[in-house]
């Protein structure tokens, strides 16, 4: 890894030429780069309600008997027509990615013409319709209301599945993929204790139950928009840079839109590293643990806590084993807590190998299991696709583990910062874990972009996030049977996208002066 050899401690600003230092504002843009930059915000801002308006269509609507959208005059007219819906969310795609690409020119390390509040005013605006539409990308939202539901009807969520415990005519149970149906929960009792509470509010108002989930990601998400500023200055990073790269594409789409609930447990883990790093470390070390509690993968930062902690107070073994116990103790702990004072149990450790169930493409330890059980049968050794998945998992695991071990120890050593040891920690995690959705990429993204300054690593980053943001569909409609309005809708979005990217030639493609 070609980041390894970052500054072991904090850098100061006044003597790294990349960041801004305390209190100083990064030089005024020039009359062009302002011309440019309403340009770039506007196009951006144009896509996200190209997005939204597509969403009416081609959305993660609630199944049709409970769509609230079905019958009215102008709303409910887009669902009949989804493949023009289809089109105008890819061509919104394309338009926010590019705005966030031309946005970079302008938050790049070294040549920096923004302050965070102006690039958090942009990244508000092109959340902003996204937040107000019906979901798109997946149907996950439902999935939480359907378990919170489970629970609040004193069910155990992770013995029952929604169809066991709400019956299969529940518009909640409707509104989900099959597979998910009969299966338990797989989220942890902090999150399921947040969705009690919002089905507590909402009660059977779907739309509005649906709502108070973005409501919370949006919160969460407000959590990273601080702290990545904070932890940048920390690992010398240009801190408009490292929130640009941060609040991605694949943030915009997934978190903000898709509702996933990694928003949550990402927010919460990074204040902690930020307070345990700035205040106390027994604080930062409960927070992580309170995001443990939603999604266990969460637990890793802690390692990396403990390694700065023991870091900075003189490093060696026995101060790591000391903190890391500590950390250890206060993180898992907090999860024991949320799991007992919650009513819930710790039935949670035996659901976690329920997304298995999914043989997701991303995941190389999954591809690998396919791979040698197809072998398998063209040797004529039969059928053990089962088995083979079992072990490449498994050793993808151990792989995984391996890799954060030495990742802290690097830590402790001063070579590499505690964040950035982060970022690759649940790289590794999620990389080699049986299960790897596009939004996963986020956990390592994020912490890389506040902690790393080697600019092929960023520049990797950045590509990854506007390719992989594009390759999802953002269909949260069910389309299996009628998969031929994919390629249609694409076509005519390429050919269609050619129209505001004539609007915009020359206005945003000139490298900005520095």
Known sequence: MTGTAEAPA???????????????????????????????????????????????????????????????????????????????????????????LWLGRLAWPGRVRLSVRQLTRILVMWMAPLAVAPPLFSTDVYGYLSQAEVVSRGFDPYIYGAAQALGLSDPL????????????????????????????????????????????????????????PHLARRAGVE??????????????????????????????????????????????????GLGASGKIPAVVALGFLAAHVAHERGGGFARLVRYGAGCSALGLGTVAAVSVGSGLGFGWIQALAVPNLLRSWLSVTTDLGVLGGWLGGILGLGDHTDAVLDLTRAAGLGVAALVCVLLVFMVLNGRLHAIAGMGYGFGAVFLAGPVLHPWYLLWAVVPLAASVR?????????????????????????????????????????????????????????????
């Not at 790269?245 to 902690?272: E, K, Q, R, T």
């Not at 049977?481 to 979005?493: D, E, H, K, N």
Request: glycine share 10%.
């Open 239 to 288: 801190p408009i840079a490292a929130l640009w790269l941060a609040i991605s594409p694949l943030v915009l789409f997934h978190l903000v839109s898709g509702i996933h609930n990694d928003a949550i447990m990402m927010g919460v883990v990074l204040a902690g590293m930020e307070i345990g790093m700035r205040r106390s470390w027994v604080l930062g070390a409960l927070l992580i």
């Open 10 to 100: 904090p850098v100061p600003a006044a003597v790294s030429p990349s960041v801004t230092p305390p209190g100083a504002q990064p030089p005024p843009p020039t009359p062009d780069e302002r011309r440019r930059l309403r340009t770039v915000r506007r196009f951006g801002t144009t896509g996200a309600l190209l997005m939204a308006v597509g969403a009416l269509g081609c959305g993660a609507t609630p199944a049709p008997a409970y769509n609230p959208l079905l019958g009215t005059r102008v709303l409910g007219l887009w669902g009949r027509m989804p493949t023009v819906s289809l089109t105008l969310a890819y061509i919104g795609m394309g338009m926010l990615v590019l705005a966030w």
């Open 454 to 514: 080697n600019p092929k690593i960023r520049g990797f980053a950045v590509a990854v996030c506007a390719i992989v943001a594009l390759l999802v569909p953002p269909t949260g409609a069910d389309f299996s049977f009628r998969t031929y309005q994919l390629p249609m809708a694409i076509t005519a979005a390429a050919l269609l996208a050619l129209v505001p990217l004539a609007a915009v030639r020359g206005r945003v493609t000139r490298t900005p002066s520095t």
């Open 173 to 228: 149970v409707a509104s989900i993929p099959t597979i998910w149906r009969t299966t338990p929960s797989p989220y942890g009792p902090g999150f399921l204790s947040f969705g009690r509470l919002i089905t507590a509010i909402a009660g059977d108002d779907i739309v509005l139950g649906v709502y108070l989930h973005r409501a919370l990601a949006l919160a969460s998400l407000g959590l990273v928009i601080w702290a990545v």
